[in-house]
């Protein structure tokens, strides 16, 4: 084997090991474990697998016009109904982050308050569509 063969092979050995150290010891930052482990549970909870393995219909569009698709059975949904239960999801979130994130404002009342109030309106809206989109015959008009 040739000096300059034997130079490239440790070489790329000593890169390999260094790199593989490097992953072993990676340590991620807890904010992008949280927003990672939040993005999933909204993407699981809001139907994701299902959209992706059933590739469910949207709506049927028979001669330019939209003719919409109501299941009949309790296995099949819509795409727009996961993807709204997902933005839904993502509110109600953001509302409790928001309502978190109220307490950091202790030295000035007046933010801290309307960061709450913001927080847990958005909280109760998201959980009150979601309940509306679950049970819709439940909700009777006034």
């Known amino acids: 084997?040739?000096?300059?063969?034997?130079?490239?092979a440790s070489s790329l050995s000593y890169h390999l090991q260094k790199t593989y150290w490097k992953l072993?010891?990676?340590?991620?930052?807890?904010?992008?474990?949280?927003?990672?482990?939040?993005?999933?549970?909204?993407?699981?909870?809001?139907?994701?697998?299902?959209?992706?393995l059933e590739q469910p219909v949207v709506a049927f569009i028979s001669g330019g016009r939209i003719i919409p698709y109501y299941p009949q059975a309790l296995n099949e949904q819509l795409l727009g109904?996961?993807?709204?239960?997902?933005i839904l999801y993502s509110l109600g979130?953001?509302?409790?982050?928001?309502?978190y994130r109220s307490t950091k404002y202790a030295y000035n009342p007046r933010e801290a308050y309307t960061t709450l109030l913001i927080g847990l309106l958005l909280l109760l809206i998201g959980w009150m569509l979601v309940e509306f989109f679950l049970f819709p015959s439940t909700i009777k008009p006034l």
């Open 1 to 8: 084997m040739s000096r300059k063969a034997r130079k490239g």
């Open 24 to 52: 072993v010891t990676l340590k991620p930052s807890t904010f992008l474990l949280a927003t990672l482990a939040i993005a999933t549970s909204i993407f699981l909870l809001g139907g994701g697998i299902y959209d992706i």
């Open 81 to 86: 109904e996961s993807v709204a239960a997902m």
């Open 93 to 99: 979130i953001t509302g409790l982050i928001l309502m």
